[in-house]
C-alpha cells in the first residue's frame, strides 16, 4: 500500500522519546522562512491547524500535515522523515537535544499516485 509519508528507525526512536517527554505529538512540514522546508514537531495542541492543513499520514501514530499551497508543489512525492545531528533554526522538539528532523523525498510512481487518489 503506498503512502505519502514514513519516518528512518532512528527518527522514529527520537519520535518515540519525545513522545515520552511530552505526550501526544503533531508535525507539520514547514513551506518556511527561518529553517527553509523543514519537517517541525510540536505538542498536540501547539500548532493552530484548518481547514488549509492536508493530512499526509502518520507517523510513530502522530499526524503529519503540510499546508494545501505547499502540498500542491509536493503531491507527487512521498516524504521519508529522518534525523540528523545539528540544530535548525525552529521551534521543533527535538532541537534542543541537539537534533533536527530532515525531509528526503522522492518521486511516487503512477500506480502509487492512483492507490493514494
Not at 503512502?3 to 522514529?12: C, L, P
Not at 517541525?40 to 502522530?62: K, R, Y
Not at 522538539?93 to 502509487?112: A, H, N
Request: proline fraction near 3%; charge should be negative.
Amino acid at each position: 500500500m503506498a503512502s505519502r509519508v514514513n519516518i528512518t528507525t532512528k527518527a522514529g526512536e527520537v519520535v518515540q522519546s519525545l513522545k515520552q517527554q511530552y505526550g501526544s505529538l503533531v508535525f507539520h512540514q514547514s513551506g518556511g522562512c527561518c529553517d527553509g522546508s523543514a519537517p517541525m514537531c510540536f505538542e498536540e495542541g501547539e500548532l493552530f491547524l484548518n481547514e488549509t492543513d492536508v493530512l499526509l499520514g502518520h507517523i510513530e501514530e502522530c499526524p503529519f500535515y503540510m499546508s494545501q499551497d505547499q502540498f500542491e508543489y509536493w503531491k507527487h512525492t512521498h516524504l521519508t522523515i529522518d534525523v540528523v545531528e545539528g540544530r535548525g533554526a525552529s521551534f521543533s522538539l527535538e532541537i534542543p537535544l541537539g537534533l533536527r528532523f530532515i525531509v528526503k523525498s522522492c518521486m511516487l510512481t503512477p500506480e502509487e499516485l492512483k492507490q493514494l487518489n
